[in-house]
């Protein structure tokens, strides 16, 4: 039978990627408990298909299924191809809070688009490691997926709708 991670230590980093990523994302995001940074991102011109304030809400979902894939991938038999999928779980965490940062704390939204292309890849990477070692914790990671492309999409279209803004 093969070593399996420590189920402690997979918790404490899972639980601290995630619960680091969402402090410094709270920390960045345009929400009414950071009044400046709302009312920038509400100035801004946005293409027709943004989604209500309330939508954003997804992120807990999202988060949750994020979170089982990682338990799933850290619980799985070592090796290659899990340390594969962990290390894009993991990144893909950090790429969350550079995205908030780059397009609302610097207001770089140029850098945010090119970020989102980043995060999609390393997403859709991601979701094909995972796929090698848990067909369910793959399947976890592709409502965050489809959120972050469409991310990706919205972040392009304020980009160029604001282009003429300063930054």
């Known amino acids: 039978m093969a070593n399996r991670a420590d189920p402690i230590l997979g918790a404490v980093l899972i639980g601290g990627a995630l619960a680091a990523s969402a402090v410094l994302s709270a920390t960045y995001a345009p929400s009414p408990l ?3 940074t709302y009312a920038h991102y509400h100035r801004l011109e946005k293409p027709g298909f943004t989604p209500p304030d309330p939508a954003f809400g997804i992120w807990g979902p999202v988060w949750t299924g994020l979170a089982v894939a990682a338990w799933r991938l850290w ?3 070592p090796g290659p191809e899990r340390d594969r999928a962990l290390a894009h ?3 893909g965490r950090g790429l969350d809070v550079l995205w908030l940062y780059l397009g609302f704390e610097r207001r770089q939204r ?3 688009a090119v970020e989102s292309l980043v995060s999609v890849g390393n997403a ?4 094909l490691a ?3 070692v848990d ?3 793959a399947a976890l990671t592709l409502p965050y997926l489809a959120w972050i492309s469409f991310a990706g999409l919205l972040s392009e279209e ?3 709708l604001n282009s003429d803004r300063p930054e």
């Open 158 to 160: 304020l980009w160029r």
């Open 130 to 132: 995972a796929r090698r």
């Open 124 to 127: 859709a990477a991601g979701a």
């Open 110 to 112: 140029g850098a945010m």
């Open 75 to 77: 619980s799985a038999e």
């Open 34 to 36: 950071r009044p400046r």
């Open 89 to 91: 779980w993991f990144a």
């Open 135 to 137: 067909g369910t914790a």
